[in-house]
């Protein structure tokens, strides 16, 4: 088969990789239905995370059970299943406390690019569909829930965002749209969208955001003040990750509010007088998919959601390097690829 490779800065290869077999007795083979290219690929796509040598790509999928090991249980040959970013037992304290993506066995998927994918851990990272195959036309949501959806739940869920919070999401790439989404699904309102982009502003109020705020740092601040009656919103969703948008997310939030963080950092440097006196709550991480995955199918396959609508471009496997180049130049917001 041919997968995804990335060699270096803007260097995507669609390449001849082994087929992947069952390795370990724990783990599944999928045909994978359809992935896609997620904003923190873009760091080591635009060199500012380092690489050691050519490494594959991908760890947002779903798809079909090839293959099973003889250990797996749950799920079986010819089922469709969504499955985490990170492989997770299921089993372990941390997972048992809701946070599978700190599993002790955990272990971040990689090679999902591509059109078979070995899954470690299949009975505790996989998650078949109830009510047998969907139809294609659910696909690209139940592709969300794999991590780009999963953690924007995450954001809104460790923000506390309740029935009638005030949430402001910082960040308008897929994570904070989802972010969006999954805030207006727990009741927020007002849900207000920091975005100066249009294309963008018009999915986050599809979404469901009622304010828009196109300033950034104090400027943004003070805007989001003004629109929560001069105190602050109660949940403050950071879904970038640098300097900036922590501070942003930290000053926006009132006192006792809370702030989530699930863009993955870049240099961030938090000084402990100032997170003493902002008084908030801080809650991030690589967001627990495997948790929320049960009900996150659930709202797609009852059409209560339509997070697929992230997904601007979509494009076959083998024009993946194009999917990169798109999102890089912020010409798509994410882009989708079907084998
Ligand atoms: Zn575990």
């Known amino acids: 088969m041919r997968g995804t490779v990335l060699y270096g800065p803007g260097d995507i290869r669609f390449e001849e990789r082994e087929t992947p077999k069952i390795i370990e007795p724990t783990d599944a083979v999928l045909r994978i239905a359809a992935t896609c290219v997620c904003g923190s690929d873009l760091w080591p796509y635009r060199g500012l995370q380092p690489i050691d040598g050519p490494t594959p790509m991908g760890h947002e999928y779903c798809g079909f059970i090839e293959e099973v090991g003889r250990a797996v249980k749950s799920v079986k040959p010819g089922q469709f299943v969504v499955g985490s970013f990170a492989a997770s037992d299921n089993t372990c304290a941390h997972c048992r406390y809701g946070y599978p993506s700190s599993c002790e066995h955990r272990e971040f998927m990689l090679r999902a690019q591509a059109p078979f994918l070995r899954v470690p851990l299949a009975d505790g990272t996989l998650v078949s569909t109830p009510g047998g195959v969907p139809s294609d036309d659910l696909v690209p949501s139940l592709l969300t829930a794999s991590d780009v959806l999963g953690t924007g739940w995450f954001a809104a869920d460790a923000a506390n965002v309740k029935p009638g919070s005030t949430v402001a999401v910082v960040g308008d790439g897929a994570v904070g749209l989802l972010g969006v989404l999954s805030a207006k699904q ?10 100066r982009h249009e294309s963008r502003q018009k999915l986050a109020r599809e979404f469901g955001a009622t304010d828009i705020v196109t300033e950034r740092g104090d400027e943004g601040v003070a805007r989001i003040k003004e629109l929560t009656n001069g105190v602050g919103a109660d949940s403050v ?4 990750g640098t300097q900036e948008s922590m ?14 963080y699930v863009g993955v950092p870049h240099d961030v440097e938090l000084n402990g007088e100032m997170l003493f006196f902002s008084h908030v709550h801080l809650h991030g991480g690589p967001a627990p998919v495997r948790r929320y995955l049960p009900e996150l199918i659930k709202l797609v396959l009852n059409k209560k959601i339509n997070p697929g609508k992230v997904f601007d471009l979509t ?22 690829l079907r084998p």
Do not use: F, W
């Open 247 to 260: 501070m942003q997310a930290i000053n926006a939030a009132r006192k006792g509010g809370y702030v989530s």
């Open 315 to 336: 494009l076959p496997l083998d024009q993946v390097a194009e999917g990169y180049r798109a999102m890089d130049q912020r010409r798509a917001i994410k882009t989708q």
């Open 186 to 195: 727990m009741g927020a309102k007002p849900i207000i969208a920091m975005s």
């Open 237 to 240: 969703l950071e879904c970038v």
